[in-house]
């Protein structure tokens, strides 16, 4: 999982190189930075790409979280990092970076050092719990509680660690929602995965199936 930083240290790129070597194919541009053409995308990858920035011990969470776990097809124009452990941060971050304070447990964080993570099910409570009405609200909650292969228990049980904790009814109830509109949007790929529907026509007093491209509603 190489960067570009990685493996020229000593080498200061313009963004007009950066751009000449990414029209090139031999980088790609994720989220701020460049990497190398080969470099998959996939979730250690994003993980890095948050973390590289500030210190190794961070762990991305909220919206950066849901990035990186593939929630959102964009990055945060404000990036969200916590420390494990509730060691005090020694940097100034950067202006893009929120700094959260949070407690975590083993199972709350996956990853490794530089590319540490909230889990899907941890990112999916803390959206859950603190953030204001968001159109991507619903979708993103179905997407990690999908990806961690979570139940409404198991969210509960998250939430239920502490007492007094803010925000836990709202958090329940959202996450139930989502979970409701996976199911929903299970049902309706189930019916008809190809997006069709069968219509009866009659030709010379026989009865036919004709396939008609249907409409989708969205779902909200």
Same mark, same amino acid.
């Given at each position: 999982m190489a960067a570009l930083h990685d493996p020229f240290l000593e080498v200061d790129f313009s963004i007009a190189e950066l751009s000449a070597c990414a029209l090139d194919g031999e980088l790609w541009a994720i989220d701020a930075d460049y990497v190398l053409g080969d470099v998959p995308d996939n979730d250690a990858v994003r993980a890095r790409v948050v973390v590289s920035h500030v210190d190794s011990r961070c762990v991305a969470a909220s919206w950066s979280a849901a990035w990186i776990h593939g929630a959102l097809t964009?990055?945060?124009? %404000?990036?969200?990092?916590?420390?494990?452990? +509730?060691?005090?941060?020694?940097?100034?971050?950067? %202006?893009?970076?929120?700094?959260?304070?949070?407690?975590?447990?083993? =199972?709350?964080?996956? +990853? =490794? !050092? +530089?590319?540490?993570?909230?889990?899907?099910?941890?990112?999916?409570?803390? !959206?859950?719990?603190?953030?204001?009405?968001?159109?991507?609200?619903? =979708?993103? !909650?179905s997407h990690l509680m999908a990806a961690a292969g979570a139940t409404l228990s198991d969210a509960k049980a998250v939430l239920d660690r502490g007492r007094h904790l803010p925000y836990k009814v709202r958090a329940y109830r959202r996450l139930g929602d989502a979970l409701a509109f996976a199911h929903a949007v299970d049902v309706v790929d189930s019916i008809d995965a190809t997006d069709a529907i069968e219509e009866t026509i009659k030709v010379h007093r026989v009865t036919h199936f004709e396939n008609e491209t249907a409409e989708r509603k969205t779902l909200v």
């Amino acid at each position: 999982m190489a960067a570009l930083h990685d493996p020229f240290l000593e080498v200061d790129f313009s963004i007009a190189e950066l751009s000449a070597c990414a029209l090139d194919g031999e980088l790609w541009a994720i989220d701020a930075d460049y990497v190398l053409g080969d470099v998959p995308d996939n979730d250690a990858v994003r993980a890095r790409v948050v973390v590289s920035h500030v210190d190794s011990r961070c762990v991305a969470a909220s919206w950066s979280a849901a990035w990186i776990h593939g929630a959102l097809t964009q990055a945060p124009h %404000q990036h969200t990092v916590a420390l494990r452990d +509730g060691l005090r941060l020694r940097f100034a971050p950067l %202006q893009r970076y929120d700094i959260a304070q949070m407690a975590f447990t083993p =199972s709350d964080v996956c +990853g =490794s !050092l +530089g590319t540490y993570v909230t889990t899907p099910l941890r990112t999916a409570v803390d !959206l859950a719990r603190f953030t204001r009405d968001d159109p991507r609200l619903l =979708s993103t !909650l179905s997407h990690l509680m999908a990806a961690a292969g979570a139940t409404l228990s198991d969210a509960k049980a998250v939430l239920d660690r502490g007492r007094h904790l803010p925000y836990k009814v709202r958090a329940y109830r959202r996450l139930g929602d989502a979970l409701a509109f996976a199911h929903a949007v299970d049902v309706v790929d189930s019916i008809d995965a190809t997006d069709a529907i069968e219509e009866t026509i009659k030709v010379h007093r026989v009865t036919h199936f004709e396939n008609e491209t249907a409409e989708r509603k969205t779902l909200v």
